[in-house]
């Protein structure tokens, strides 16, 4: 088992950066994608970043492309989203999730990841 917990949600203005942070434990991690999705209130969750076991592969869903940035650090077990020029309508439940599967791809679908945190809370106001 993995125990995923995600931190560093809040409220913010429109245009300022959060940085959120994932601190996996249970068995190590450096092996796997992980990915941080996000999800609104009657919405999908949708994803947001990911990146391979050794950061050496990112993807980002457009809307995020360029202001958002995701990372690991393998020797500490955590994974981060650094979120620049937040804009309102990133305000979400924002998830942490790993693929526990040997496959380094970036999946974009919710269902290929195996293990989830409990969410935190980003708001930005206008």
């Known amino acids: 088992q993995v125990q995923l917990v995600e931190s560093g949600g809040g409220l913010v203005q429109a245009g300022y950066s959060l940085r959120l942070s994932c601190a996996a434990s249970g068995r190590p991690i450096t092996t796997f994608t992980m990915g941080w999705f996000r999800q609104t209130p009657g919405k999908e969750r949708e994803f947001v970043a990911g990146i391979t076991w050794n950061g050496g592969r990112t993807d980002y869903a457009d809307a995020v492309k360029g202001r958002f940035t995701i990372s690991r650090d393998n020797t500490k077990s955590m994974v981060y989203l650094q979120m620049n020029s937040l804009k309102p309508e990133d305000t979400a439940v924002y998830y942490c999730?790993?693929?526990?599967?040997?496959?380094?791809?970036?999946?974009?679908?919710?269902?290929?990841?195996?293990?989830w945190g409990q969410g935190t809370q980003v708001t930005v106001s206008s």
């Open positions: 999730a790993l693929m526990y599967k040997l496959i380094h791809t970036i999946p974009i679908t919710p269902n290929e990841y195996d293990y």
